[in-house]
């Protein structure tokens, strides 16, 4: 659910939105990043919803096309101003625009950028910042453009593994309404006079079928009202915490939840960690990349690094580890390259996840065809049984 935040930066007064379970876990994301919470209330109306896909930011797009002009030789203001010239869309132009006056008052581009959290993430600005340390912009705003097609990468195997399983169950179930809301029905008039004579899961069957049709209009609507109460349901916070933990708790499925939050995780810290922010400080900005009970386990993780002991170390100590990740950091600490081996603690899972991913959709497809097929043909056996018997009471 997305929460809208008020809070006090180092940059002055901040609004930005955040996608959190709850306001307590939303406002916990506020304060990892150094933030002093005012207020949240949700911001999980439809229309806010769409206008704010409708005006987002093209952030990527927006960082390809200001490394070109950076290295092309042109000063950041003067490539900023080109942007401006060349956007057409009225809102980036204003974001643009705004964040071009900010660095003519002086402000660095960091600041400048921070005023706007709607367009630029805390994550975003934490890394250009690091970069002004360095003078290395262009090549801070690769690793994030880098970093963001990984994570949309990941997401598009997700989603487009779940597209075929949806689509069968969507197919099946049309394709059983119709048997039993217009087929059944025909069936009934053939069998007018006999019902006593059908058998019983016959007779349930045509029944059902003759309720359908009688009330179809009422069905519609409450199949409609069903699957809108579901969507309303899981937008809801609770909801989506019961859910998750169900999925968390599910043998198999959870491990590989939990690896899945750790590989963001990796790869996140790891990015910062190659813009030059400090450990303790990117583990804060990256927490809330987990779930929330790992989100209690970072805290301690964190502590105890603050008390002296090695990152590898209190990773495994508090379960934010696995064998490969422990390894690859005890590497890192070695040759001072941690976050080039968080990023390939985050390769290696990638590689893990996908094969993980791939290796289901095969599993489910066929379960579900084989279900949805078992449906169909119990509702098509069970109206032509009455003719299969007086066959054979005929031979």
């Given amino acids: ?4 935040i008020r809070a006090l930066g180092p940059g002055g007064r901040k609004v930005f939105t955040v996608d959190a379970a709850g306001e307590a876990e939303a406002a916990e994301q506020a304060r990892g990043q150094g933030l002093q919470v005012l207020t949240v209330a949700p911001r999980s109306n439809v229309a806010a919803r ?8 093209p952030l990527v797009l927006f960082s390809r096309e200001l490394m070109a002009l950076l290295g092309s030789g042109l000063a950041l203001t003067e490539a900023l101003q080109t942007l401006v010239e060349k956007e057409t869309r009225a809102e980036t132009r ?6 071009v006056r900010h660095l003519f008052e002086g402000e660095r581009f960091s600041t400048a950028i921070s005023h706007f959290p709607d367009a630029f993430p805390p994550l975003y600005v934490s890394v250009v910042q690091a970069s002004e340390k360095t003078s290395g912009l262009a090549e801070a705003l690769a690793r994030y453009v880098a970093y963001q097609e990984q994570v949309e990468g990941v997401k598009k195997k997700v989603v487009a593994a779940s597209v075929y399983p949806l689509l069968l169950l969507a197919v099946g179930g049309l394709v059983a309404l119709f048997l039993l809301g217009y087929v059944t029905p ?5 069998y007018e006079g006999n019902m006593e004579r059908l058998p019983f899961a016959s007779r349930m069957l045509i029944a059902g079928g003759g309720l359908v049709e009688a009330h179809a209009l009422t069905a519609l609507f409450a199949l409609v009202a069903t699957l809108a109460l579901a969507v309303w349901g899981f937008t809801r916070p609770a909801t989506r915490a019961w859910v998750s933990r169900l999925l968390w708790r599910a043998p ?3 491990e590989h939840l939990r690896i899945f939050h750790l590989t963001r995780f990796y790869r996140t810290v790891g990015m910062l960690l190659q813009g030059g922010i400090p450990v303790v400080q990117a583990l804060g900005m990256a927490g809330g990349m ?5 989100r209690l386990r970072l805290q301690g993780a964190t502590r105890l690094i603050r008390e002296g002991q090695s990152l590898s170390r209190a990773m495994e100590q508090s379960g934010l580890s696995t064998p490969v990740s422990v390894r690859l950091l005890r590497v890192g600490e070695k040759s ?11 390769k290696f899972h990638d590689e893990e996840l996908a094969r993980f991913v791939e290796w289901f959709t095969r599993l489910v497809e066929p379960l579900l065809m084989a279900l949805i097929g078992l449906v169909i043909g119990v509702i098509v056996v069970l109206l032509y049984l009455p003719i299969f018997e007086l066959a054979g009471s005929l031979e």
């Avoid at 659910?1 to 809208?4: A, P, V």
């Avoid at 704010?52 to 930011?57: L, N």
Wanted: proline share 2%.
């Fill in 290 to 294: 987990l779930h929330p009970e790992l």
């Fill in 50 to 57: 769409w206008r704010g896909r409708r005006s987002r930011f």
């Fill in 336 to 346: 001072g390259r941690m976050g080039e081996m968080m990023e390939s603690v985050a």
């Fill in 252 to 254: 198999g499925l959870g």
């Fill in 186 to 190: 025909r069936f009934a008039a053939i």
């Fill in 94 to 99: 204003q974001v643009l625009d705004q964040v």
């Fill in 1 to 4: 659910m997305l929460y809208e």
